[in-house]
C-alpha cells in the first residue's frame, strides 16, 4: 500500500516535472493543457447535434434510452473513464463484488439482459458437450441441441439463444415438457413476465419448471429482465435455485443502458465469461462492455441496494396524483392507477375518456405531445388495444417512474391543455 503511493507520487512528480519542461520550453503545446480539466462542465453533445432531450413519461424502454443513472452512478462512470485497467481483472472483481451483494454464487457484468441470456445459452453448451468458446455456433448446430420453452414463453429474445446454434423446442403441458428432455437438451428457459393469458395460457408455473429441469440434470435461466422493483427480485429467484437470472442494467436498476446482470452458479458464470469479451473468437465477443460501464454497472447494485422500495413507489405515485388532479374536470375523464404484478411494477395511470366529446383522440395526444419542446414521451400502450392490460384506443397511458424533478408539473399541465382545449395551439 504505502510503496505503492510512494510509487504514485514518484511517478506523479516524474510526469509534473516533465510537463513543466515542456512548458517552460514552450515548443509544443501540450494536446492535455490545451483542453479543459476533466472535471469542467462537458460540451453537451445532445445540443451540438441537434438531439432533442426527452420527458419520459413512457417507462424504460429501450428506443427512449431507458433509465437516466443516478448522479452516484454518472461519477463512478466519468471517474473509470480515467485510467486503463486490465479487463479480464476488472470483470472479475465486479462480478465477485456484484455476486456477494446480491447474494448469489456468480456474477456476470454483460452489455444487458439480452445478452446475458446468449451467455448463459453459449456456457449450457460449454456445460453439456465440453465445448471451446471457438466451436460455438458450429457444435450446437452439428449436434442438434435444444433449449426447451413453453409456447407462451416465446419472445423476440429467443433470437438471443438462437445465435449460439440451438434450436428452441416449444412444450405446453408438463406431460410434454417432461418428454421433451433429450441427450440434445441444454437449457431451459422462463419468461418471467409472460403474460398468463397468452394463448396458450403459460400452465408450468416457475417452480415445477425448475425442478423438473433439475430432475433432468438441464440449467433453467429465468429472464427477469424488467422486473426489479421489488429490490429483492435481485437475489429471489438466484435464491428458488434458478442456475441462470438475468437482469437488465438500464431499466429499474438505472445502471448504464449497455449493461446488464448474469446472476447464478459460479461454474455456469465462469463458463459465461470465457465466451464473453475480452476474448476473441466467442459468441460474446461483439457484445463488450467498457470499463465505464462495468464501474457503472457496480456503482448502480451500490445504489438500488441504498434504496428502498416504499420509498420509491411513494414518490411515483406521488408524481402519478400530481397528473391525475390536474385532469380532474376533463368531461367523460376516468383515471386508474395500475400496478403491473410482475414487470414494471410500478404505477401506471390509465386514463380513459370519451374522444368524441373531449374533441381528440389518445393517439393525436401522443402526436402533439411527441412534437412539442420539450418533446413529451407517453407510453407506447396509450391509444392502442391488446398491448398493455386493459387500455384500449380511448385510453392513454403514462408511468411518471422515469420522470425527473419537476416533470410530472410539465406533463400535468400540457394534458390538462390539450384535453381541455384540443383546439388551442
Ligand atoms: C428489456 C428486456 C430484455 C433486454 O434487455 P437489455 O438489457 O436491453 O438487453 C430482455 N428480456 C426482457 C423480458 C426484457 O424486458
Known sequence: MTQRTDQQKLSRRGFLEFSTAVAAAAVLPSVAAAEAPAGAAADDYYAKLGVPTVINAAGTYTYL?????????????????????????????????????????????????????????????ASKGNIKPE?????????????????????????AMILCGVKVREVVTVDDYRKAFSDR??????????????????????????????EHNVPCHLDAAADMPPIENLWKYTGMGFDFVCFSGGKG?????????????????????????????????????????????????????????????????????????????????KSEIFMPKIANHVPHLFLRYDPKVVGITPLQVADKLRAQNPPIELNPATGNSGRFHT??????????WMLQPGEAEVVAAALRKLLTQPNVS
Not at 437438451?185 to 429441469?213: C, G, H, K, S
Not at 451500490?302 to 416504499?310: E, F, R, T, V
Open 253 to 333: 436498476i438505472r445502471g448504464p443502458q449497455n449493461a446488464g446482470l448474469l446472476l447464478g452458479k459460479k461454474k455456469l458464470i465462469d463458463l459465461a465469461a470465457e465466451n464473453d469479451s475480452p476474448n476473441s473468437e466467442a459468441v460474446g465477443r461483439g457484445m463488450k462492455v467498457a470499463k465505464e460501464q462495468i464501474a457503472g454497472m457496480v456503482a448502480a447494485v451500490d445504489w438500488i441496494l441504498s434504496q428502498d422500495d416504499a420509498t420509491m413507489q411513494r414518490e411515483f405515485l406521488d408524481r402519478t396524483h400530481v397528473i391525475q388532479a390536474a385532469l380532474k374536470n376533463v368531461p367523460t375523464l
Open 391 to 400: 387500455a384500449d384506443e380511448n385510453t392513454i397511458v403514462l408511468a411518471t
Open 65 to 125: 434510452t431507458a433509465a437516466v443513472m443516478p448522479p452516484s452512478v454518472q461519477r463512478a462512470v466519468a471517474a473509470a473513464a480515467h485510467h486503463p485497467v486490465r479487463l479480464k481483472e476488472l470483470h472479475k472483481a465486479a462480478g465477485e463484488y456484484i455476486a456477494k451483494r446480491l447474494k448469489c454464487e456468480g456474477a456476470l457484468v454483460t452489455s444487458g439482459a439480452s445478452a446475458a441470456l446468449t451467455l448463459a445459452t453459449a456456457a449450457s453448451i
Open 185 to 214: 437438451t441444454v437449457m431451459t428457459n422462463y419468461f418471467n413476465d409472460a403474460a398468463p393469458e397468452n394463448n396458450p395460457p403459460t400452465q408450468i408455473d416457475r417452480e415445477t419448471w425448475l425442478r423438473i429441469a433439475h
Open 135 to 159: 466451436e460455438i455456433p458450429q457444435a450446437a448446430l452439428e449436434r442438434g441441441y435444444e433449449v426447451i420453452v413453453q409456447k407462451s414463453h416465446r419472445y423476440e429474445y429467443d433470437h
